[in-house]
């Protein structure tokens, strides 16, 4: 086993080893109180702030119309967004050319629905579905563990959002980042990532059977938040910077979505870090910047108490020299 | 083989509590011992998983076969620990046991030993050093990525089940030890050229070895596959709290994420954190850094039907090292949590 011939179309031609073709039916199947349809894009792009552009791959949502694979799709791939003790469904579908799977980060589910690949089958020619019951609010993220260096850099990624029961107690529309956490009047998620363009021509199932495609060696040059440039775009973009009222409370969901470590800079704003990787803090962190390393996730509450703009900076370091490899930056605006 | 008769100073004499596989064992003494080993720097020859051959270096037991990493040492505190180490090779080598917090000087050293010469590091440990400590050779700044590397584990006196007095318990205890392989660096020291200046490492392992998916050469070997290595793999029932010693050697830093339970997360860089958070993932930090976390093994939270089993893995986020000779995802830096 483990081995599967060649099969072509869209992220181009080519054989695949050591992957583990299936789509069975699911243990303990039930009816979900949540269903996501995803199914998977292998043309996308991404335009940079300097005119250049790299073809992106990731998910769909198949009820939202998404398509099947050979055309593109939102990138990041639709967030999913599910309440705490909810019996999810995401239903993955992908056709005979390709082969791939949704890993929910941070949610701890069973073998079968942990979507890796050699514990479990990296879902092709038809449809799995990951079932799952979320015990922990907070931030995490779903991504491909198909040939994970090459389809995580490629786009493969969504952010995933669990929120709390409702507190009774509060008045509707209250939001809160975990059951009797910190409330919160505007979100914002910054998934940081970084572009090495040379390993977006590659094909969804490049070095598997061997060969040096260089995915040992990523050298990025474009530093994103969240899909946006952060060159300039993500400066001023409406779905990264954050325009607030003064007295408002914000929730950051810092997700280190790329493969070199980071740090997080917010610009002279200290940060309330309340919870990290879906997980509450036994006590609150407050600090003005935070060091992460590729899948962590921190949720961090701003108040700012006076009216201004703060930039902030995302620094990305090469894992082995330490060096500035580049940034990234956005706004938070409190007016 | 081994020399032990000199080994007669302090309280009780043992032979050394090292593994040559599976987990640390351990059982608290009242008294202080005196820990003695021999180590015999040698070289040899590893295949990396995509079949190329690479010149190694490491402390092995006898003579001739390097073991990467050497045997762990576990010991408590008031221990003594005699170290001797045999030179085998034509160049000066040394073994020093790193500073508890990353970025502080050896705490002890044998010194040089010449060519075909011989030291015995002798350290009696005090109170308040209970931690994680890697054991390299510092002759240069990258012999220890040549595989010249093992780790220590401090007990604190008289306790058997906690990292430092008072630490969260654990009912079990292994070494994750990770290094970055650039072929182009052992093959220069094998040649006796010039030492590159900047690395791209191109294979990554854990306590010495890559992972081997289904379907590979080697698959469930826990010689060559670092899913099945015993002293990688965690495997426990539920409630089999582990203990795990994560050591950098290597080049590059790292992110620790293990699937199935959230890690407790008790020491960065040898420093205590403030309280424990529990995280899917830590960030390691290269330039020696540690990291001291418990693996649960509770129910994997999120399951629906529930369960108490199952297999899933603890792999390196930094996807980069998931990999061998630039290709082959699943033949890097990776193990297996179990769940019996
Ligand atoms: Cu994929
Ligand atoms: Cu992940």
């Known amino acids: 086993m483990g081995m599967k011939g060649g099969s072509g179309g869209g992220g181009g031609m080519g054989s695949a080893c050591y992957v583990y073709p299936g789509a069975p039916a699911t243990p303990g199947f039930v009816t979900p109180d949540v269903l996501f349809q995803r199914g998977i894009y292998m043309n996308g792009s991404m335009t940079f702030d300097d005119g250049n552009a790299v073809t992106i791959w990731g998910f769909t949502d198949l009820a939202a119309g998404g398509g099947g694979g050979m055309g593109g799709g939102s990138f990041p791939s639709p967030a999913m967004r599910v309440t705490e003790g909810q019996i999810v469904h995401t239903a993955l579908t992908v056709n005979m050319m390709w082969m791939h799977t949704v890993h929910h980060h941070g949610i701890e589910p069973s073998q079968e629905n942990d979507g890796v690949g050699h514990f479990s089958w990296d879902v092709t020619n038809g449809t799995y579905t990951y079932q799952w019951r979320p015990s922990h609010a907070g931030t995490y993220f779903y991504h491909c563990h198909t040939n994970t260096p090459l389809h995580a850099e490629m786009g493969m990624y969504g952010g995933l959002i669990v929120d709390p029961v409702p507190n009774p107690n509060d008045p509707p529309g209250t939001k809160r980042a975990f059951a009797n956490g910190p409330i919160y009047d505007v979100e914002a998620i910054w998934a940081a990532d970084e572009i090495d363009p040379a390993w977006h021509t590659l094909q969804w199932s490049a070095g598997t059977c061997g060969g040096d495609v260089g995915l040992n060696n990523l050298n990025p040059r474009y530093f994103i938040i969240t899909g946006v440039d952060g060159a300039n775009s993500a400066l001023t973009n409406p779905g990264v910077a954050v325009t607030m009222q003064k007295g408002q409370r914000l929730l950051v969901r810092y997700i280190c979505a790329g493969f070199h470590p980071q740090k997080i800079d917010f610009g002279g704003l200290t940060a309330t870090v309340v919870a990290s990787d879906g997980r509450p803090l036994p006590q609150a962190w407050q600090t003005t910047s935070i060091e992460a390393h590729s899948a962590e996730r921190y949720d961090c509450i701003f108040q700012p108490t006076t009216t201004g703009t703060w930039t902030v900076t995302v620094t990305y370091y090469h894992w082995r020299s330490g060096a500035v490899l580049g940034t990234a930056r956005t706004r938070i605006n409190v007016v | ?340």
């Open chain 2, 1 to 340: 083989m081994e020399r032990r008769a000199f080994l007669k100073a302090g309280g009780a004499s043992l032979a050394s509590a090292l593994m040559g596989s599976g987990m640390l064992t351990w059982s608290a003494r009242s008294e202080a011992a005196t820990i003695s080993q021999t180590l015999y720097i040698t070289d040899g020859t590893k295949t990396m998983p995509d079949g190329v051959s690479l010149y190694v270096k490491g402390y092995g037991t006898t003579a001739n076969t390097p073991l990467i990493p050497a045997p762990s040492i576990i010991c408590q505190e008031g221990d003594t620990l005699s170290i001797t180490v045999y030179n085998m090779l034509s160049v000066t080598h040394n073994l020093v046991i790193g500073g508890l917090v990353s970025g502080s000087a050896p705490i002890a050293s044998t010194g040089d030993i010449a060519p075909g010469g011989n030291k015995t590091l002798t350290y009696t440990i005090p109170s308040g050093a209970a931690g994680s400590y890697l054991f390299y050779d510092n002759k240069t700044s990258y012999n220890r990525f040549l595989g010249l590397h093992g780790g220590l584990a401090i007990m604190p006196a008289g306790i058997s089940n906690q990292l430092y007095s008072g630490s969260p318990t654990f009912v079990k205890q292994q070494f994750w030890i990770l290094n970055d392989i650039d072929p182009a660096l052992n093959t220069a020291v094998k040649n006796g050229t010039t030492i590159p200046t900047s690395f791209t490492p191109r294979y990554f392992t854990i306590n010495g070895l890559s992972s081997r998916p289904p379907g590979a050469a080697g698959h469930g070997d826990p010689t060559i596959d670092a899913l099945y290595d015993p002293r990688s793999r965690l495997s426990g029932h539920i409630g089999d709290r582990t203990l795990v010693r994560m050591l950098n050697t290597g080049m590059c830093s790292h992110a620790v994420h293990t699937h199935a339970n959230h890690m407790e997360w008790l020491t960065d860089r040898g420093t205590v954190r403030p309280s424990v958070w529990k995280k899917d993932t830590l960030y390691l930090r290269n330039n020696l850094g540690k990291i001291d976390a418990i693996f649960p093994f509770e129910a994997p939270p999120d399951a629906y039907p529930p369960v108490t089993s199952g297999h899933f893995p603890m792999h390196l986020h930094d996807e980069m090292s998931q990999t061998a000779g630039g290709g082959l995802y699943q033949f890097g830096s990776m193990t297996e949590l179990e769940f019996l």
